[in-house]
C-alpha cells in the first residue's frame, strides 16, 4: 500500500519514552525525518520522560496507548490495532521486540513494516523468561516483516547466528547530534563545581545503566584500587538501575564511596556531564553501538572500551580497547590513559564522530530504506 497523497504516512513506534539509548535515537529520528515527504505519527505504550518533548513539536501526531503493565495483553492489541487501522500507514517502524512483535501482529494486511533491532551476544538468561520469550518470538516471525534496520554489525552477526533472515538487515549506524555534545570549558568549570571536584583532579567516569552487563563492578573494584594509591582521582558514575548492584559497587569501594566517588541518577541532557569528566570507561560485557562511546568523544572525551558489539570500530585509534571483564587490563588501561595526550586524543574523537556518526547520515539512510522497502512493495504488487 502507498497512500495516494503527495506524502507517506509512516508510524514510529516504541515502547516508551523513557531515557536510553533506542529512545534517544527514536527522538533524533523523529526530529529530523523529511516532513514534506512523509505525516509522521508517534506511538508509545507507555509514554515516558521524554514526552513532553515530542508533545510540543508541531508537526507530529503523538499518542500513548497507555497499555497497563506487562499482562495488559489484549486489551492493548485491539487498542493498537484499532490505532493502526484507523490511521493506514503506509510504513510502520518499530523500536525494540516488544514493539517490534506488537506492530507486526496489530498492522493492516498491506502496510509495510520495519524493525529496529539494537541487541548484540545478549545472555537472555540474565533478563528473565520474558526476554527469552520475545526473543524467540521475534525469531519465530521476522520472516513476516519486511525489513529490519540494525545499528551495528555486531548485532547483524548476532542475529544471523540466531537464524534470522539476513537478507532483510541492513545497518544503520547510531547518529550522533554534534551540535549538541560538543566540549566547552565553561560547563566543565561548572560540573566541577557543583560536586565539590578540585580542578586539576583526574575525572573517570562510567555512563549507564546499573545493570549487570555494564561491568560496574570491574569499575568500582579499579577505582579502589586506584584511589588507594592515589587520591588526586574522582570516579563518576551516572545512571540509575539494579540497586543491588550499586551496593555492592559501594561495598567494595569503601571508604572511597563517599570521599571520592560521586552517583548520579540518570539525567535528561547527558552533555552537560560528558564534558566535566577527562576519561570515559566502557565496561560493558555486551553492547550493539554504544551512544554513551560515540556522545563522549564528540565531547572530546577519549574513551576506555570493551571489545564487544561495535566499540573497537567507534573509538578507532582514537582511544584504548580492552577484552571484557578483565580488571587488570581496565586498571592497565586507565594509567596508560593518564600518560598519554588527552587533549589530542579528545580532538581526534571528534573528528570521527563528525565524519562518520552524523545524525543526517543516520536520517538520510534510514529513510532510503524505508523508501526501498515502500517502492519494492509497490512494484511488486
Not at 33 to 60: H, P, R, S, W
Amino acid at each position: 500500500m502507498v497512500s495516494m497523497s503527495s506524502k507517506y504516512k509512516i508510524v514510529l513506534a516504541i515502547r516508551s519514552l523513557n531515557l536510553g539509548g533506542a529512545e534517544r535515537q527514536f527522538l533524533e529520528l523523529i526530529k529530523h525525518i523529511d516532513k514534506n515527504k512523509f505525516d509522521v505519527y508517534i506511538c508509545t505504550m507507555y509514554g515516558g520522560v521524554l514526552e513532553d518533548e515530542i508533545k510540543a513539536m508541531q508537526d507530529v501526531y503523538y499518542t500513548n496507548l497507555q497499555k497497563k503493565g506487562r499482562y495488559d495483553l489484549f486489551s492493548f492489541f485491539m487498542k493498537y490495532r484499532s490505532y493502526l487501522v484507523f490511521i493506514q500507514p503506509d510504513v510502520v517502524y518499530s523500536f525494540l521486540p516488544e514493539m517490534n512483535l506488537f506492530s507486526l501482529w496489530c498492522k493492516p494486511k498491506k502496510t509495510k513494516i520495519i524493525w529496529g533491532i539494537r541487541a548484540s551476544n545478549m545472555q537472555f538468561k540474565q533478563y528473565g523468561k520474558l526476554a527469552q520469550l520475545l526473543f524467540f518470538f521475534q525469531k519465530k516471525f521476522s520472516k513476516n516483516v519486511d525489513h529490519i534496520i540494525a545499528n551495528s554489525k555486531a548485532s547483524i552477526e548476532f542475529h544471523t547466528n540466531q537464524r534470522f533472515d539476513v537478507e532483510k538487515f541492513s545497518l544503520i549506524y547510531n547518529g550522533i547530534d554534534i551540535n549538541h555534545f560538543i566540549p566547552s570549558s565553561q560547563k566543565n568549570d561548572t560540573f566541577r563545581c557543583k560536586y565539590g571536584l578540585q580542578t586539576k583532579g583526574i575525572v573517570i567516569a562510567l555512563v549507564g545503566r546499573i545493570d549487570i552487563v555494564k561491568g560496574h563492578t570491574i569499575f568500582a573494584k579499579v577505582a579502589r584500587r586506584i584511589l588507594e594509591m592515589e587520591e588526586s582521582f574522582y570516579f563518576v558514575v551516572i545512571g540509575s538501575g539494579d540497586e543491588t548492584i550499586k551496593q555492592e559497587c559501594q561495598t567494595i569501594l569503601g571508604k572511597y564511596n563517599q570521599s571520592k566517588v560521586i552517583w548520579i541518577d540518570s539525567v535528561k541532557d547527558i552533555a552537560n556531564y560528558y564534558v566535566g569528566l577527562d576519561i570515559c570507561c566502557s565496561t560493558s560485557l555486551s553492547e550493539s553501538f554504544s551512544n554513551v562511546i560515540a556522545e563522549a568523544m564528540s565531547c572530546e572525551v577519549p574513551c576506555i572500551v570493551t571489545d564487544v558489539g561495535d566499540s573497537k570500530m567507534i573509538v578507532g585509534e582514537c582511544g584504548i580497547v580492552i577484552p571484557p571483564n578483565d580488571e587488570q587490563r581496565l586498571y592497565e588501561a586507565i594509567m596508560q590513559m593518564i600518560q598519554r595526550d588527552r587533549q589530542l586524543l579528545g580532538k581526534l574523537s571528534r573528528n570521527k564522530i563528525v565524519r562518520e556518526f552524523s545524525i543526517q547520515r543516520m536520517v538520510d539512510e534510514t529513510q532510503n530504506v524505508i523508501y526501498k522497502t515502500l517502492h519494492k512493495s509497490y512494484h511488486n504488487a
